[in-house]
């Protein structure tokens, strides 16, 4: 008969083998569980590039120093890859065709690339079938062509808003129906248009909400036509508050520049962060 010692000193080895095969299996399934460091690909305008008017003033060029929204998204995640195509001066028709001015007056991206936008884009992700998160900023600078011609006269852009429209969404689709094809596992995510323009226009932000809108209706059918969810990142609630609300003045002067004496449209660094959670509810991580 064992001795009360040795009784002991078995079930201690049991345990401890037990537990031991325990902690092995929970480890074993933390790591397959585990997703590897996906990869994030943002294309887009100055708001994709993360222009500063700041940095531009100091002329540095640098891309590095330029840190938008993709850049606050990633160091979200850590262990995530981001390759920003982000162009300033960019268009509808220059990110599937190329042009853009950005680059033509040889200034540098995040991301060097010939040719157009969209094809270094799809180029990038056929390469990398484990990019997980696709995000476009586009149609800022289309509107703003009207705006311009119209001399920034409400009546004008409202009448000429319609082909406009017609026009940034048409050209969404073509984009994202050529991203979806390169990359059908990735989450699409389009950022509708903020309204940096809402205290020296009054009366802009409905003619903003009409182009949301129509982007909103965008991505549904685009998302419907090729069988994935295409998810709009709310830019202009993040960056205007509520339209014509007393907080959107607050708004507009501390998340873009409009209220400094650079007097310019884009975002601060608040501002950006602000574009970064929109892009973190709508990527829905």
């Given amino acids: 008969m064992q001795g009360h010692g040795t009784v002991v000193r078995r079930w201690a080895g049991i345990v401890s083998a037990l537990v031991t095969g325990l902690l092995l299996a929970a480890g074993g399934a933390s790591a397959a569980a585990a997703p590897p460091p996906s990869t994030y690909v943002s294309l887009g305008d100055s708001l994709a590039f993360g222009y500063q008017p700041d940095l531009v003033a100091a002329s540095d060029f640098n891309p590095a120093d330029y840190v938008g929204y993709a850049e606050d998204f990633a160091a979200m995640h850590p262990g995530m890859t981001l390759a920003n195509f982000g162009c300033p001066g960019e268009t509808t028709d220059t990110l599937i065709n190329g042009g853009c001015?950005?680059?033509?007056?040889?200034?540098?991206?995040h991301v060097a690339h010939p040719g157009s936008q969209l094809a270094a884009a799809t180029a990038y992700l056929s390469a990398h079938p484990e990019t997980s998160l696709i995000s476009v900023d586009?149609?800022?600078?289309?509107?703003?062509?009207?705006?311009?011609?119209?001399h920034a006269a409400v009546s004008c852009i409202g009448a000429g808003?319609?082909?406009?429209?017609?026009?940034?969404t048409s050209n969404y689709a073509v984009i994202l129906?050529?991203?979806h094809a390169a990359a059908p596992n990735a989450k699409l995510v389009v950022f509708n248009l903020y309204n940096p323009l809402a205290l020296a226009l009054p009366g802009s932000d409905p003619l903003l909400a009409e182009v949301n809108g129509a982007i909103g209706q965008m991505a549904s059918s685009v998302?419907?036509?090729?069988?994935?969810?295409?998810?709009?990142?709310?830019?202009?609630s993040v960056m205007n508050g509520k339209a014509g609300s007393p907080s959107e003045h607050a708004f507009v002067c501390t998340r873009t520049w409009e209220c400094t004496s650079y007097a310019n449209i884009h975002p601060t660094a608040l501002g950006y962060k602000q574009m970064a959670i929109a892009l973190l509810h709508a990527a829905g991580h």
């Fill in 101 to 109: 001015s950005w680059t033509a007056s040889g200034l540098p991206l």
């Fill in 138 to 150: 586009i149609g800022s600078n289309d509107l703003l062509a009207l705006i311009d011609g119209c």
């Fill in 161 to 168: 808003l319609p082909a406009t429209i017609g026009h940034i």
């Fill in 177 to 179: 129906g050529t991203l």
């Fill in 223 to 236: 998302g419907a036509s090729v069988g994935a969810s295409v998810a709009v990142a709310d830019a202009f």
